[in-house]
């Protein structure tokens, strides 16, 4: 496939302009050990890469809106002179009509007033990783001398809001949180007071030397239970009284899918590749969790952009996770959310013995049944032009309407909520 078929696609490029340095040592990062794989290396993009690479995304994109993503590590530390050198770049390069957007992933602890004046003064969308409140936050995002993180994050948010910079909230779902949904998302709602958050499940498996080895994961990493369990926790209360003022990821891709859009987030995709990740000497990579020589498509000083992203290497790597879905997936009723998840954590077997389940597969499959009604239920009011926030004053209607049949319950009736059980043995029963 030539550069003419396929430059018509919408891509996604994360850019790693300093690799894997950081100044944080959070347990977790799978990232940090990807300095391995670049041994001497000074780890900061030059100017001819990122002016090459600028041109040639800007140039194989066929969509009016064009997003930079910039990543780590941390990105900060390339310091304030290349965002600025970027942003020129950007201009320089931009199709007429064309809108150029940025959105940098920091872990907050680096900003001040400089770094959020110019934030704000570009548009730039920041991404905050922050986990929770400070116990919760502090469990494993530390510095380099396992140091807590908390307070230096906090002051962060609060210089990015009064210089009304934007900014999402990013909060990693881990052994230390999993366990306390309700106090991650009202302290990320009230305290820090963000209305855009991503609930990122922690999966972490031997990386030490940079390559993703074997199935055993870390006692750090979020069990598929404990996954399922927390978003649940948070989709209940969130649909009782957030829908439409606070916006979580995993919620709207959701009503997306469930309103017969596409889920537009790669990890629920039919198929991958096309989000790809750009380390910072130019190599190009399939994606970001697989930066290691498997998932090298070659560098943009030899290869073009659109060259690299239509090689059968990538059209490969996209398709198998389509083509290696086991048969209990394929056969699965939250398939068409699911799509098996992220092929990086399909390290289960089924259970009939096929390899390719998702370590997560218990947690998505209990969520994803959770909310089928409520998804359904928005999806209508959707597509009778209401807002999905509606859904809150049914719900409420229906519950009170349920208190009152609960009201009028004879013990040995059938619980009015219909499960079946006789309402002393359901909600009618003695709070323990």
Not at 23 to 52: I, Q, T, V
Not at 56 to 61: F, G, M, N, T, V
Not at 64 to 91: C, H, I, N, Y
Not at 362 to 374: L, M, R, S, V
């Amino acid at each position: 496939m030539g550069e003419g078929t396929n430059a018509h696609r919408a891509f996604h490029v994360m850019l790693k302009p300093r690799g894997a340095i950081c100044n944080l040592d959070c347990a977790y990062c799978y990232f940090l050990s990807k300095e391995h794989l670049y041994p001497g290396s000074p780890f900061r993009m030059s100017n001819d890469a990122l002016e090459n690479f600028t041109r040639q995304y800007i140039d194989a994109q066929r969509v009016p809106e064009v997003t930079f993503a910039w990543q780590g590590g941390e990105p900060t530390l390339m310091g304030l002179d290349f965002f600025r050198r970027a942003v020129e770049l950007q201009k320089k390069y931009a199709k007429p009509g064309m809108c150029v957007f940025n959105a940098l992933q920091t872990n907050a602890t680096t900003l001040n007033d400089e770094w959020c004046e110019v934030f704000r003064a570009n548009d730039f969308l920041l991404g905050v990783s922050l986990d929770g409140p400070r116990e919760l936050h502090d469990a494993y995002r530390v510095d380099k001398s396992g140091g807590p993180t908390f307070d230096r994050v906090m002051r962060s948010v609060e210089l990015l809001k009064k210089h009304q910079a934007e900014f999402n909230i990013l909060a990693t779902v881990h052994a230390a949180n999993a366990d306390h949904p309700l106090d991650v998302y009202r302290f990320l709602r009230d305290e820090v007071g963000t209305p855009f958050i991503q609930f990122i499940p922690i999966v972490e498996r031997d990386n030490a030397a940079g390559i993703q080895q074997g199935n055993a994961v870390t006692p750090r990493s979020v069990t598929g239970k404990q996954y399922g369990d927390f978003l649940i926790a948070i989709f209940d209360e969130w649909v009782r009284r957030d829908v439409g003022h606070v916006f979580v990821q995993i919620f709207d891709v959701a009503l997306g899918v469930w309103a017969g859009e596409r889920a537009g987030l790669c990890v629920f995709e039919e198929t991958c590749g096309e989000a790809l990740a750009l380390e910072h000497n130019g190599d190009l990579f399939s994606c970001d969790h697989y930066v290691e020589p498997r998932g090298k498509l070659g560098n943009l000083a030899t290869i073009s952009l659109v060259e690299m992203l239509a090689s059968p290497q990538q059209r490969k790597f996209g398709a198998d996770k389509r083509d290696t879905l086991p048969r209990y997936c394929r056969e699965c009723s939250v398939r068409f959310i699911c799509n098996g998840g992220c092929p990086k954590d399909r390290i289960l077997t089924t259970p009939d013995g096929e390899p390719g389940l998702n370590f997560l597969c218990e947690g998505f499959k209990a969520f994803f049944t959770h909310i089928d009604q409520p998804m359904k239920t928005m999806a209508s009011l959707i597509q009778q032009q209401r807002l999905p926030a509606d859904i809150m004053l049914l719900l409420a209607r229906e519950e009170t309407e349920l208190g009152e049949r609960f009201g009028h319950a004879g013990r040995n009736d059938p619980c009015p909520c219909g499960s079946g059980r006789k309402f002393k043995h359901c909600h009618g029963a003695p709070a323990k």
